[in-house]
């Protein structure tokens, strides 16, 4: 009763007698703490009386009575120490941050305080650095249309004067009428699995008990692993982001990749990388860096409390979803697979494409994260992330899917050069607009030859780009004799021998194998081969002194960048004289024997070649009736000794060098040999190719594919099928042996 009666009380009655104030309090004067005046923790409800007085708010002054807990309740809280002195911490004592403390000057202690750590810069900071650099070129772009606009309106006034006269200009496109494109890129693919359907080429799988098709390459793609299953067992707090791994990684990028795509400005690279360190990298020192990657600016005033290890070092935080990040992990993912000391030694499963074979993907898996942001932007840099998650997808072996980012990579950029193209046919132009057109040029060019390097087997869709080789112009003039002064220099001088080179290669496929070329003319066909075999020599005369070789006198050479630009030389060459070497060894025989032209052009599956295969093989035989063989019989000697050249271009390459972006080039080779071989069993063409010289080259090209075999699982294939014919018809006593 005495508890419920502690909390309501009885209702008010007039006639009883109500205390005075002081007596109230003196009554009821609640029990106090011996030990520093505080309230005691406990009050037990006996110490109570059993009837609580009735109140009368009209009878009590308030301005003269004052309770013990509001009086307690009105004195100030004392603030926390933001620091403690070292014997305050030792005997765990309240500090009043004194020198000394009140504790230390009573005991006759030595008063000395930790050192502090430095305060972080705001985070705000931080936000307002990246909003600028991030929405910095926005603003130069804006700058530029309103430059653009100025021109647009004045050459509108002009247009008022009937003595202004305008020279017409060249449009960078070709028209909706022109269809070099696909075509173009149609006849390439014809080009190359041709070469699958020869009949002399299906003989060796048959002689050799080898059941291989044109589809698969597609089929072995097919068995990699899928992405969700790949995206298992990684994450994002698995990535190394030391100071000196991060070094390291870009490091290996600059020097291995990046030669043969320079598309990426190595001085902003590194100035994202200078932020990327300050920013995330996990033992980044506060004093050390600029940016803050202290997360809690809610407590910015207020000083470390300790100096221990790991303090010192910077918090892990989320990385921020912006273009450069994503171009960052990037090159981080590519620098871990072509990092020298990771070894190729494990094997893939029968079925899959195992993801602990795939270095660098929790970079990558992050930069996917933040590429999911900017999958949809079509500015430039959108374009070089593309590009160089492609690039990643093919390092490791996955050429389906770094086909799919440089088609989107392509797409970005075809929207740009037709941006600019518009431009210039209305006379806009601003100030540093010739700067990043000469950038998306170079983008482009790389962008192509990255798509070329794709097997046509698989049949995968393009970005569209093959329409503007015909009028894109080259990022860089290459009739310069003097020598580069630094290592971008002749990155660029070899980047842009490459794209003549492969401007080239698209106008022979154009002119020598659609129906250009005149059945019924002989000479034509010569004519279009004399023309661009005039103009394959003029480039390797205008080759700067540095890029220049001599293939009887020099050896391989054993730079990537030099091997490659030897390895299209003799490809753009090889497809030039390639039909008289289909013609001596597949339609010459044939007619020999009485048959009639239409029943030797037929392929291996009995079906009737493409009209342009069929209209260059009477074109040729033309020829043979009007001139002889003489000639068509050189021409196939000079197809053959390309092939050699083209096959021995990388022998110069350490094979411990070999990384994925060797897969294209090594199955190139796969084709070669086999039209090597094919040669060899040829009764016109075997003194050509000598056996003990075929042996050598099936060793080396078994050996190449063997070390590809752990990333691309069309290598895996290739190299069983070599080895099958090796076993069978090239070295038989390999299978006595064992071996």
């Given amino acids: 009763m005495a508890e419920g009666m502690y909390y309501s009380c009885p209702p008010f009655q007039p006639g009883l007698q109500q205390p005075a104030s002081n007596e109230y309090w003196q009554y009821y004067a609640l029990p106090t703490s011996t030990q520093g005046g505080y309230l005691s923790a406990h009050v037990p409800a006996s110490s109570y009386p059993p009837h609580a007085p009735t109140h009368a708010p009209h009878a009590i002054d308030t301005s003269t009575s004052t309770s013990p807990i509001e009086a307690l309740a009105g004195k100030p809280k004392r603030p926390r120490a933001t620091q403690a002195c070292e014997p305050c911490r030792t005997r765990k004592q309240r500090c009043d941050e004194g020198e000394p403390c009140t504790f230390c000057r009573t005991n006759n202690f030595e008063c000395t ?92 799988f048959v002689a050799s008990a080898t059941v291989l098709d044109e589809d698969y390459a597609a089929r072995a793609e097919a068995r990699n692993a899928p992405l969700h299953e790949m995206s298992k067992g990684f994450d994002a707090d698995e990535m190394d982001l030391t100071i000196r791994t991060i070094n390291r990684l870009v490091e290996s990028f600059f020097k291995n990749l990046y030669p043969l795509q320079p598309f990426l400005q190595r001085s902003r690279v590194n100035s994202t990388f200078d932020l990327f360190r300050c920013t995330y990298a996990s033992d980044a020192i506060g004093a050390s860096c600029l940016m803050s990657s202290e997360s809690d600016f809610d407590r910015r005033t207020k000083r470390r409390r300790t100096a221990s290890p790991c303090d010192t070092t910077a918090e892990k935080r989320r990385i921020e979803r912006s273009p450069g990040n994503a171009i960052a992990l990037l090159v981080l993912a590519l620098g871990s697979t072509i990092t020298p000391d990771r070894g190729i030694t494990q094997r893939l499963p029968t079925n899959t494409t195992c993801a602990a074979l795939a270095p660098g993907y929790s970079y990558y898996l992050e930069a996917s994260r933040v590429i999911a942001t900017q999958i949809d932007g079509y500015d430039l840099v959108h374009a070089h992330i593309f590009m160089l998650a492609g690039m990643y997808k093919a390092q490791i072996g996955r050429s389906t899917e770094s086909a799919s980012w440089y088609s989107m990579a392509g797409r970005v950029l075809l929207h740009l050069l037709r941006r600019q ?84 290669q698209c106008e022979v496929d154009e002119h020598l194998y659609q129906d250009a070329v005149d059945s019924n003319n002989s000479s034509a066909v010569m004519t279009v081969v004399k023309r661009h075999a005039t103009g394959l020599q003029q480039w390797r005369t205008r080759l700067h002194p540095l890029l220049r070789w001599d293939e009887e006198r020099g050896s391989p050479p054993s730079e990537p960048e030099l091997a490659k630009l030897r390895h299209e030389y003799w490809k753009v060459k090889l497809s030039i004289l390639r039909p008289f070497l289909d013609f001596v060894l597949h339609i010459l025989p044939g007619i020999r024997h009485g048959m009639d032209l239409q029943t030797c052009s037929k392929d291996a599956n009995g079906r009737l ?131």
């Fill in 113 to 204: 305080y930790r050192p502090l750590v430095p305060t972080k810069v705001d985070k705000i900071v931080e936000y307002m650095l990246s909003w600028m650099a991030t929405h910095g070129e926005g603003l130069q772009a804006l700058t530029d249309k309103i430059e653009s606009l100025e021109v647009h309106m004045q050459s509108i006034a002009g247009l008022r004067h009937s003595t202004i006269t305008h020279e017409p200009q060249k449009p960078l496109l070709p028209g909706p009428g022109t269809h070099c494109g696909d075509r173009t890129r149609r006849v390439a693919d014809e080009i190359r699995g041709s070469i699958f359907r020869w009949p002399e080429i299906r003989k060796l």
């Fill in 421 to 504: 193209d518009r431009a210039e046919q209305h006379g806009k132009s601003g100030s540093n607009r010739h700067g990043r057109d000469q950038r998306a040029v170079l983008a482009a060019w790389c962008c192509l030859q990255l798509e070329s390097s794709i097997p046509s087997e698989l049949l995968l869709p393009k970005s569209g780009l093959q329409q503007l080789v015909r009028d894109l112009a080259l990022p860089k003039a290459t009739t310069t004799q003097s020598l580069p002064q630094t290592a971008d220099e002749t990155s660029l001088l070899i980047c842009n021998a490459l794209c003549e080179l492969h401007g080239i």
């Fill in 609 to 739: 070649r493409p009209t342009s295969e069929r209209n260059i093989i009477s074109a040729i035989d033309n020829l043979v009736k009007e001139s002889g063989e003489a000639e068509i019989m050189r021409l196939a000697q000079l197809s053959t000794q390309a092939l050699k050249q083209k096959l021995g271009a990388f022998d110069g390459i350490a094979t411990s060098s070999f990384q994925g972006n060797m897969v294209p080039f090594v199955h190139e080779q796969f084709y070669d040999l086999l039209v090597l071989t094919a040669i060899h069993r040829s009764d016109r063409l075997k003194h050509l190719v000598s056996l003990p010289y075929l042996r050598l080259a099936y060793e080396q090209t078994i050996n190449y594919l063997d070390k590809l075999s752990t990333l691309s699982a069309i290598c895996a294939e290739d190299c069983k099928a070599l080895k099958r014919i090796q076993i069978s018809l090239i070295d038989p006593s390999m299978k006595v042996s064992g071996s």
